[in-house]
Structure formats: structure tokens, C-alpha cells
């Protein structure tokens, strides 16, 4: 069984080390566990003294979006300069990328719900390897807006399918398993407030909805192929509104679940780069661009250092 870490708000027993996030009884039998796409494992490296602080993991798509974080981090908790040149754990692969710095540990998970699964899976046994308790995960990311003013940063507390449905549907063996996709109510409160703090930039609660692709799958009119209409891209944007949803990416959805079977407390923070009822490509400049995609680090980091200063 995994132990359960869903409240960060509520005191909880320390869980024995091998209550921790996994739950596969064959890892118990396993001479060695490889964690082939880190390039990790359990007899090459001694996980527990690599990572067993850890305390906060940041995932976010892109390798130098995660190495900007872990110096942002490194400046904010006092453990460093922002210049430090910190080194990326998993340098022998290039499917992923990790930094860590003091408790926070910053990894990419690349696009898609795919490149997300693999990466969580490995992350989660890299966790129970090293023995680590009461962590916390997000994602920090970018996404597309609904009835939003860009570079607003949405916190998400349920991830929705194309069909508006807050669960994601794992294929194992051919039968289909839902797993729920509601994100912890208190740490998203927790955020907010962080932002209400901070007060630099326009932060809501909502609902975000992960699809399966960039293009087709979020109804855009400027893919290599589009056999829907203009009027029909816009009845389902406004039926998503309808329903809540205020942003959209591709990885919320597997995140909320596994952080769920995990019994991670997790969040989900992305900034929107444009508001797709107005388009779909985006139109601000790079500078913009690169100010917006500082935000959700800004907020998660707010977050992270309050929890810092009383560790």
C-alpha cells in the first residue's frame, strides 16, 4: 500500500520507509531496480544519500526550464546564486533532465501524458528507494487559455478528459482503469494564497482540461490536418468554459492520477500564453513570453520557501 501524504495541511505519522508511494510487491523481489530513464538504479548509487531530504519535486516539460528553476530556487532559499552552474543528475540520458537543490528537486518530463507516465513511474520508485517522506509534488508549466487574459496562472483542481470527465483512463492489458484526477484541495488553497500574497500576477482556481494532443485533440484550425469547422472549435471552447475548464495542456491529467495512487500531494500551476477564444497560435514576444513562464516558479517557489524557513 502506498502511505497516505494527501493532507500537507494535517499532521501525519511518519510512514515506515517501505510504506512509501509505490505499490508493486515485485519491486521487493527485484535484485536491482534500474531506473533506466534517469540513469539511476539501486545497486550503481546510493539513492538514499543522493535524495532521501527531499522534501519538494517541481516537474516541468523543458530540460532548461527546470535547470532556470533549481538556480531560481538555489538564490530563494539561500543555498546559492541564481549563476550557479548546478549540475543535471541525469547528464548519460537525454530523456530526462534533474537538478537538485537542498530539499527541491527539479525534473523534465518532456510532452504528453506518455513522457509524463514513464518519467512519474520512475520518479515514485526513485522516492521509495530513497526512503523520502511527507513530499510534495507539481507541475509547472505553460498552456493554452479560456476566456483568459494571457499570462494568467491558472491552479488547477481537477484535470478533465476531452469528454469534461475528471478522471484519466489507464489501458493495462486491454481493460480500462479510471483513476480520479482531483488535486489536493489544500495545497491548492495554499497556492492561491501564496499568490494573494505576493500580489504580481493574476491567479485563479479552475479547472484544466489535458488532451492527447497540440492540435487536433485541443481544436485547432492550424494543424496539418482539420476536418472540423470554425463554428464547431468554438462550440466546444464554450462548452469547456461551460464546464469550468480555463486552461488546457497535456499532462494533468496522468500527473493528478499517479500523484493520487501515489498518495503525493500535488498541484498543478501553468501560466496561459494566449486565450484560445481569441486564436490559436501565439502573438506575444519572446520577452513576454519568457516574463509569463516565470510565474508559476514564482508561485510554487513562494510556497516552497514558506515551507523552508520552519523545516
Given at each position: 500500500?502506498?502511505?497516505?501524504n494527501k493532507?500537507?495541511?494535517?499532521k501525519?505519522?511518519?510512514?515506515?520507509?517501505?510504506?512509501?508511494?509505490?505499490?508493486?510487491?515485485?519491486?521487493?523481489?527485484?535484485?536491482?531496480?534500474?531506473?533506466?530513464?534517469?540513469?539511476?538504479?539501486?545497486?550503481?548509487?546510493?539513492l538514499?544519500?543522493?535524495?532521501g531530504?527531499?522534501?519538494?519535486?517541481?516537474?516541468?516539460?523543458?530540460?532548461?526550464?527546470?535547470?532556470?528553476?533549481?538556480?531560481?530556487m538555489?538564490?530563494?532559499?539561500?543555498?546559492?546564486?541564481?549563476?550557479?552552474?548546478?549540475?543535471?543528475?541525469?547528464?548519460?540520458?537525454?530523456?530526462?533532465?534533474?537538478?537538485?537543490?537542498?530539499?527541491?528537486?527539479?525534473?523534465?518530463?518532456?510532452?504528453?501524458?506518455?513522457?509524463?507516465?514513464?518519467?512519474?513511474?520512475?520518479?515514485?520508485?526513485?522516492?521509495?528507494?530513497?526512503?523520502?517522506?511527507?513530499?510534495?509534488?507539481?507541475?509547472?508549466?505553460?498552456?493554452?487559455?479560456?476566456?483568459?487574459?494571457?499570462?494568467?496562472?491558472?491552479?488547477?483542481?481537477?484535470?478533465?478528459?476531452?469528454?469534461?470527465?475528471?478522471?484519466?483512463?489507464?489501458?493495462?492489458?486491454?481493460?480500462?482503469?479510471?483513476?480520479?484526477?482531483?488535486?489536493?484541495?489544500?495545497?491548492?488553497?495554499?497556492?492561491?494564497?501564496?499568490?494573494?500574497?505576493t500580489?504580481?500576477?493574476?491567479?485563479?482556481?479552475?479547472?484544466?482540461?489535458?488532451?492527447?494532443?497540440?492540435y487536433?485533440?485541443?481544436?485547432?484550425?492550424?494543424?496539418a490536418?482539420?476536418?472540423?469547422?470554425?463554428?464547431?472549435?468554438?462550440?466546444?471552447?464554450?462548452?469547456?468554459?461551460?464546464?469550468?475548464?480555463?486552461?488546457?495542456?497535456?499532462?494533468?491529467?496522468?500527473?493528478?492520477?499517479?500523484?493520487?495512487?501515489?498518495?503525493?500531494?500535488?498541484?498543478?500551476?501553468?501560466?496561459?500564453?494566449?486565450?484560445?477564444?481569441?486564436?490559436?497560435?501565439?502573438?506575444s514576444?519572446?520577452?513576454?513570453?519568457?516574463?509569463y513562464?516565470?510565474?508559476?516558479?514564482?508561485?510554487?517557489?513562494c510556497?516552497?520557501?514558506?515551507?523552508?524557513?520552519?523545516?
Open positions: 500500500m502506498a502511505c497516505s493532507d500537507p495541511c494535517r501525519e505519522p511518519t510512514c515506515p520507509p517501505k510504506c512509501a508511494y509505490v505499490s508493486n510487491p515485485y519491486l521487493e523481489t527485484m535484485e536491482e531496480d534500474v531506473l533506466y530513464h534517469f540513469d539511476l538504479g539501486t545497486k550503481t548509487h546510493n538514499h544519500a543522493m535524495f531530504d527531499v522534501k519538494f519535486v517541481c516537474v516541468g516539460g523543458s530540460s532548461s526550464r527546470m535547470k532556470a528553476f533549481s538556480q531560481y538555489n538564490e530563494l532559499l539561500g543555498l546559492g546564486r541564481a549563476t550557479d552552474d548546478i549540475p543535471n543528475i541525469c547528464a548519460h540520458t537525454d530523456r530526462y533532465s534533474m537538478y537538485k537543490v537542498g530539499p527541491v528537486l527539479a525534473v523534465s518530463h518532456g510532452m504528453g501524458i506518455p513522457s509524463m507516465s514513464i518519467m512519474l513511474h520512475e520518479l515514485i520508485k526513485l522516492l521509495y528507494h530513497a526512503k523520502c517522506t511527507d513530499v510534495v509534488a507539481f507541475r509547472i508549466g505553460t498552456s493554452g487559455g479560456i476566456g483568459l487574459q494571457p499570462g494568467t496562472v491558472v491552479i488547477s483542481k481537477v484535470s478533465v478528459d476531452a469528454c469534461f470527465q475528471p478522471h484519466f483512463e489507464q489501458n493495462v492489458m486491454g481493460t480500462i482503469k479510471p483513476y480520479s484526477t482531483v488535486l489536493n484541495e489544500c495545497l491548492v488553497q495554499e497556492l492561491l494564497n501564496c499568490s494573494k500574497e500580489n504580481q500576477f493574476d491567479t485563479i482556481i479552475g479547472t484544466t482540461l489535458c488532451t492527447s494532443d497540440f487536433e485533440g485541443q481544436a485547432r484550425l492550424d494543424g490536418f482539420c476536418n472540423y469547422t470554425h463554428e464547431d472549435k468554438m462550440k466546444y471552447l464554450n462548452r469547456a468554459y461551460d464546464a469550468g475548464v480555463r486552461n488546457i495542456e497535456m499532462e494533468s491529467s496522468i500527473f493528478a492520477a499517479m500523484c493520487n495512487r501515489s498518495g503525493l500531494p500535488g498541484a498543478v500551476v501553468c501560466v496561459t500564453l494566449l486565450d484560445r477564444l481569441q486564436g490559436d497560435q501565439i502573438g514576444s519572446h520577452e513576454v513570453l519568457a516574463e513562464q516565470e510565474r508559476p516558479q514564482k508561485l510554487v517557489g510556497y516552497i520557501k514558506k515551507k523552508f524557513c520552519k523545516m
